[in-house]
């Protein structure tokens, strides 16, 4: 199974005055475990041997994903603004590499090749699920204006990202559905 993880710092949201300026930062990290064998069956249990777990079973591979928010708002006679939108995405993606590759029978590279880019794929997904969201809290945030205080647009708009941040976890719950029971056994 492949895993998909969400930290949720949760939305800070400052009143202040700066520069409008709109900002998505992506931080992404890789992260690898090793795996061993020279037929599909050797790495299928090093795998079960090495692989983190938890209680579904093993995780082959893994996104998770951190948010930080940070939006500030400049209040005008009658109305509010959005003046500043940082949103940091910081993403960690697991996948195994596998370390008997060039001591392989070129049918076992053929099994691991399909293997692992159909895990790859899928963890991709997620990513492109995360970046997606997190770029239409942007859109939605940035610049935003409304009549009325400061305090009801915050409101509005942590309503409006909480959505689509929930929208999001509901693709990545349907995204880990779709994912295939390998055979590299
Ligand atoms: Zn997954």
Same mark, same amino acid.
């Given at each position: 199974m492949s895993k998909y993880t969400a930290?949720?710092?949760?939305?800070?949201?400052?009143?202040?005055?700066?520069?409008? !300026?709109?900002d998505v930062k992506l931080d992404i990290t890789y992260s690898t475990y090793q795996l061993r064998g020279l037929s599909r069956q050797a790495i299928h249990e090093d795998l079960h041997r090495v692989a983190k777990r938890d209680s579904d079973g093993i995780i082959e591979g893994e996104v998770s994903d951190d948010w930080h928010w940070n939006f500030q708002f400049?209040? $005008?006679?009658?109305?509010? !603004?959005?003046?500043?939108?940082?949103?940091?995405? /910081?993403?960690?993606?697991?996948?195994?590499?596998? $370390? *008997?590759?060039? !001591?392989? *029978? +070129? $049918?076992v590279r053929t099994a691991w090749a399909s293997y692992f880019q159909e895990l790859k794929a899928h963890e991709y997904g997620h990513k492109t699920i995360a970046v997606d969201a997190a770029e239409q809290v942007s859109k939605l945030t940035h610049g935003a204006t409304a009549p009325g205080s400061c305090t009801a647009l915050e409101q509005s708009l942590n309503r409006a990202a909480k959505q689509i941040v929930e /929208?999001?976890? /509901?693709? +990545? *719950? +349907?995204?880990? $559905?779709?994912l295939p029971s390998y055979t590299l056994e």
């Open positions: 930290v949720f710092s949760g939305f800070v949201f400052m009143v202040g005055v700066g520069a409008a !300026r709109a400049e209040a $005008a006679e009658n109305s509010c !603004r959005v003046s500043s939108d940082e949103i940091v995405l /910081k993403l960690n993606i697991l996948l195994p590499t596998w $370390a *008997d590759e060039e !001591r392989a *029978d +070129q $049918a /929208k999001s976890e /509901k693709a +990545q *719950d +349907q995204l880990e $559905a779709t």
